[in-house]
């Protein structure tokens, strides 16, 4: 469902991202894994049309993301670190807006909503403005527009990451529920390992713009020869540390 072929994104001088390659299956729950700085938020940003690659080739759901940018955003919906809402709206007010510039029928619009409220358990906050809800409403709501339209891709850059404890653990739970995400092709990005041992059945890991690990995290363990993910992946960090980039050679 996502193919990335070959990334190459330089910003300015800099080299974001290396030859990055990777594939996530349709339906699959794909973690992107990878500590700060790795290039995590430049390559969802690409996969949601926001940048352009500089090299290589990007596909969702068979869509280029440069060719076809239109049809790779009708098909994915993407949940940001900061959720992107209207403080002076209400959560309803932007759902129904969402849902209109999404093409949903209109009678199935409120259908829509009610649907999202009861499954993500907004019904306090649905007609309250955004900004008066809590960090925690506040990217529920955010995950409510990007499901507004049923999209077949779900994009999550780092959706817990500014959560207190309570209302990370609520938002995992919520992404951990069928009824939820259903058959959707989830790809979330993180830098928390715990969260994406818990939640995802295939691991991407990036470290300076490059794929380090793909798999299982069962797959990545047995890989690595170690005794728990974490143990693996930060031997995967050290190891990527120590080896020269090809493309920095004289």
Do not use: W
């Not at 699959?28 to 940048?51: C, D, I, Q």
């Not at 009678?107 to 649905?126: C, F, H, M, P, T």
């Amino acid at each position: 469902m996502i193919e990335v072929d070959g990334l190459v994104r330089k910003l300015g001088d800099s080299l974001v991202l290396d030859g990055l390659s990777f594939v996530a299956p349709a339906g699959s729950v794909t973690g992107f894994l990878g500590p700060n700085g790795a290039g995590k938020t430049t390559t969802m940003r690409v996969l949601s049309t926001l940048l352009r690659p500089t090299e290589g080739t990007v596909r969702i759901a068979g869509y280029d993301v440069v060719t076809e940018a239109i049809d790779v955003r009708r098909v994915i919906g993407l949940v940001t670190e900061e959720p992107s809402l209207l403080d002076r709206l209400t959560v309803r007010e932007q759902l129904d807006f969402s849902a209109r510039a999404y093409d949903v029928a209109p009678a199935r619009i409120a259908e829509r909503i009610s649907l999202l409220v009861d499954l993500l358990g907004l019904a306090d906050g649905i007609d309250k403005r955004a900004g008066t809800l809590s960090k925690g409403n506040r990217q529920k709501a955010a995950l409510a527009r990007a499901l507004v339209h049923d999209p077949a891709v779900l994009l999550l850059d780092e959706p817990t990451a500014n959560l207190d404890i309570v209302a990370q653990a609520g938002m995992q739970e919520l992404l951990q529920r069928k009824d939820v995400v259903g058959d959707k092709t989830v790809f979330l990005s993180t830098h928390v390992l715990d969260e994406a041992e818990r939640l995802c059945d295939r691991i991407v890991g990036i470290v300076g713009g490059r794929t380090v690990a793909e798999g299982s995290p069962a797959e990545i363990v047995a890989r690595a020869g170690a005794t728990s993910f974490r143990e693996a992946f930060l031997d995967l960090v050290a190891q990527s540390a120590m080896t020269p980039n090809p493309s920095e050679s004289p």
